[in-house]
């Protein structure tokens, strides 16, 4: 249902962002996409409702190419092209409905939604998912009364309200506790399937990654270097998708103890030195 | 060059001895300027007439005192007038320099090449002309009166709120935008959803500011003919019925504390 084809992205400073990526995604499905700082993730999910404007390349969704559409045309992809971000970019100064609620602008006229006249329907659907992402007591507060989480929690209910067909999701718990990040990760997961939605996740966290997802895509200097089940990402993969590291920490660990080590015979010496 | 090697050792200093030299060139020119200026002055002074000063300061004070209160039943009119001036011309200024700041915003600008700088004339040409200036072109265009004052002070004031308006304009928060345009929504909407909402302290404390200066300015508009309560003071002058002359001032001075105080107290409140 998102295919791109041959994607290049050249930034005006001269970055290749990305260097011809070509990919098929079906429904239903949980992607993530890893890889380095600066392998071009962001700029990847960005070009498919573009947010940038890509260089060269078609992205296919449902049939249609939105790499040419202009205008109402592309408002109409993007309407059905959800997207949740890492600083969960909610307006501050709205309350937790209006960004909900705002799911649903490019379903309705500038003046109903300037006097914020939201079909009933509309509301009923935001009362739903607000229930669903356990916010329901918040719906009032202003946005920037609530905890990381909280927002992320609006992010997730705005996306869905647009009732979307795929969902671009950019490094949702890279500023949440461990503890939260996965709670976050497992709801996005469950609303997914719950919908039949493809879901394409950047994430920095590569444990969350294979707790979470079908397929895994590793990103390197704005390249596919891997697309496979999680089940297939091995150290040496990990090495080559983000250069060379000791993956399991046992050298950190050799290297410490040593050091607790050194440190206890220190500490006997000194103890022989006071009782001299 | 701040980093520099002194007998072995590195020091850092703020500035290198170029730029230093530059600065107390800077100084020696600002000084000479003022010591140039005051012989300048002083060459055009009467001193005979400085020299009695105090005296005359201490009968222009006795000859306002006390106030003539009974005056102050012809000043009601004026005074509302001027309020009324600052009030609608602060309205119609803010409600032109909304559009004109966000097509003079780099990132809400329809067009960089034609739009924003046609905006940036606007402002500019705005802000040059002191709101004087302004009501004595309009009184020769639409004749003396209170419609004088207001388009003159709202002529004043869509450089200054266009201004303040649109640099704060360019200072959101991109990604509150992004998620916007993101859902789909059109122009006009990301506009209201994604902008508006964080712009909205700026716009109330600026316009606030605004009117507060315009109470003030809109206190001598009446000078030439433009309305409000400087007809009076003109008046009184010219006849020198300086007892009038104080209460007017005083008058004025009380209108203008108390538009200080509640534009803070409504300040506060939004912010
Ligand atoms: N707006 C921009 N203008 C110019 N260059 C950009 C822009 N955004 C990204 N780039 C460049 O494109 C490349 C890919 O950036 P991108 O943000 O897609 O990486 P990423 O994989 O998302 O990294 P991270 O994990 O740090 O978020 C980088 O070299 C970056 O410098
Ligand atoms: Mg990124």
């Not at chain 2, 020696?28 to 000063?53: E, H, N, P, R, Y």
């Not at chain 2, 106030?67 to 309020?83: A, G, N, V």
Request: glycine content about 8%.
């Amino acid at each position: 249902m998102l295919i791109l084809e041959n994607l290049i992205m050249k930034y005006g400073s001269g970055d290749l962002a990305l260097n011809g990526v070509s990919l098929r995604f079906d429904k239903g499905e949980i992607v993530a996409l890893i890889g380095p700082s600066g392998a071009g993730k962001s700029t990847l999910i960005r070009c498919v409702n573009r947010l940038v404007e890509p260089t060269s390349g078609s992205i296919d969704v449902n049939g249609k190419n939105i790499a040419s559409l202009k205008g109402t045309e592309l408002r109409r992809a993007r309407r059905k092209i959800g997207m949740i971000f890492q600083e969960y970019a909610l307006v501050e100064r709205l309350t937790v409905m209006e960004n909900i609620l705002s799911g649903r602008l490019g379903y309705m006229g500038f003046w109903k939604s300037w006097f914020r006249k939201f079909s009933s329907g509309d509301v009923a659907k935001a009362l739903n998912l607000l229930e669903r992402v356990g916010l329901s007591e918040h719906f009032d507060k202003r946005a920037d009364a609530l905890s990381g989480g909280q927002r992320q929690r609006v992010g997730i209910a705005r996306a869905l309200l647009q009732e979307p067909d795929l969902l671009l999701v950019d490094e949702p718990t890279a500023s949440l506790d461990p503890k939260t990040a996965r709670q976050i990760m497992r709801l996005i997961k469950e609303l997914c399937s719950e919908r039949n939605l493809l879901a394409v996740i950047n994430l920095h966290d590569v444990g969350l990654a294979k707790m979470f997802s079908d397929r895994i895509i590793g990103l390197r200097k704005g390249r596919v270097v891997f697309d496979d089940t999680p089940d297939e990402l091995n150290d040496t993969i990990l090495t080559e998708i983000y250069g060379e590291e000791d993956w399991s920490g046992s050298a950190d660990k050799k290297k410490v103890s040593a050091q607790v080590r050194e440190h206890k015979h220190m500490e006997s010496m000194d103890y022989a030195l006071a009782n001299d | 060059m701040p980093l520099m090697k002194r007998n072995g050792a590195v020091c850092w200093v703020p500035r290198d001895s170029k730029k230093q030299l530059v600065i107390w060139f800077g100084w020696f020119i600002g000084i000479m300027l003022v010591f140039l200026c005051w012989q300048s002055i002083s060459a055009k002074t009467m001193w005979v007439f400085a020299a009695d000063a105090p005296e005359q300061l201490r009968l222009m004070l006795m000859r306002m005192f006390p106030p003539k209160l009974e005056y102050m039943d012809k000043l009601w009119k004026p005074l509302w007038d001027t309020l009324n001036i600052a009030t609608l011309g602060t309205l119609l200024g803010v409600i032109i320099a909304v559009p004109v700041a966000s097509a003079a915003a780099l990132n809400t600008t329809p067009s960089k090449r034609l739009v924003r700088p046609l905006a940036m004339v606007i402002l500019v040409s705005s802000r040059s002309v002191n709101s004087l200036i302004w009501a004595i072109l309009l009184v020769t265009i639409v004749g003396p009166g209170i419609l004088a004052g207001i388009i003159a002070i709202a002529l004043r004031s869509i450089g200054f709120v266009g201004k303040l308006l649109y640099e704060a304009i360019e200072e959101i928060d991109k990604t509150q935008v992004e998620a916007v345009t993101a859902t789909g929504a059109a122009p006009a909407q990301v506009f209201s959803y994604g902008i508006v909402p964080q712009i909205m302290p700026a716009f109330a404390g600026i316009s606030l500011y605004r009117w507060d200066i315009n109470i003030r300015e809109s206190t001598i508009l009446g000078y030439v003919g433009a309305g409000g309560i400087g007809l009076n003071l003109s008046s009184s002058l010219s006849i020198l019925a300086w007892s009038q002359v104080s209460l007017i001032l005083i008058a004025v001075l009380i209108t203008v504390v108390a538009s200080e105080w509640i534009s803070a107290r409504v300040r506060s409140r939004l912010i």
